[in-house]
């Protein structure tokens, strides 16, 4: 089979084993099979990588303290992202072959964009298109019929660190990508923009539980607005933006309290913390089953 770069940009001619496959290499379940397991390495990669750089320098680790950080949580949020993965990646390689195959409406060349400005247009039509879908697709997760089922793992952790970021079901992760790939089946988007927002989306995820709430703003969904959704469940449903959350009714500002460190980590700000989200926890999920453990209140008290 003769080689045929899939871009004009880059080419990386196959080296003489890829040809010695009983399968060619334009076989749908060659195809199928690769870009399963590059999306289960790439996912496990990225993960490790920029959670570990996110947990080292940027994650507050006061939060061990919390009385709601859990007995050997980041060892569960790993355990629960491992699983995990493998199988959002299942779901996932079938929408990247249709992809790769031609079936939607990404393209190599700029020239091939609509117009020259939809270059860069692109990225934050994106932004706000995918972010539209995931509330929907969040909030929807968040109903009493499929909440205990598929989203209550991922709120597991009150207080996240870096590790919680993948740590889903695996139908909840998928659910909340679909936004992404239905994009590129309904709007123009050159091949490595593609790729740079899938980087930029897996790094996001991280950096809005890393516990370190930088950006005090009201139309950004930073780490300080998802601190809410975990701590309070039913509000702050988007991803990238505070829009669509004021425009449902879901919007909730993060207490002020979160941008002083010397409040931040404060006995009373954890105890109202803990005294409201126990409230709504018991209505949204019944008993509560998770193990905090007695080591981070003895931390707690020596700290406090």
Partial sequence: MLYKPASQYLKLEPSQYAYMSALPRD?????????????WIFGIVTYFIFASLSYIFVFDHATFTHPKYLKNQIRLEIRQTLISLPG????????????????SKLYDATS?????????????????????????????????LVYKILHKPHHKWIMPTPYASHAFHPLDGFAQSIPYHVFAFLFPLQKFA??????FINIWTIIIHDGEYVANSPFINGAACH??????????YGQFTTLWDRMGGSYRKPNDELFKRESKMSK?????????????????????DRNYGAEAHR???KML
């Fill in 299 to 301: 931390i707690q008290k």
């Fill in 27 to 39: 076989n749908v379940w060659r195809q199928g099979i690769t870009l399963y397991l590059i999306t």
């Fill in 112 to 144: 091939a964009a609509p117009f020259p400005l939809y270059n860069v247009l692109q990225f934050p039509f994106f932004i706000m298109f995918t972010d539209l879908g995931i509330y929907w697709i969040h909030r929807g997760l968040h109903h009493p």
């Fill in 268 to 288: 009373a700000e954890w105890e109202r913390q803990c005294r409201e989200m126990e409230k709504v926890q018991q209505i949204v999920e019944g008993d509560d």
């Fill in 227 to 236: 601190t809410m959704h975990h701590l309070y469940f039913n509000y702050n």
């Fill in 194 to 199: 593609y790729v740079a927002l899938f980087m």
């Fill in 88 to 103: 959002m990646a299942v779901f996932t390689a079938p929408l990247f072959l249709a992809e790769v195959r031609g079936y």
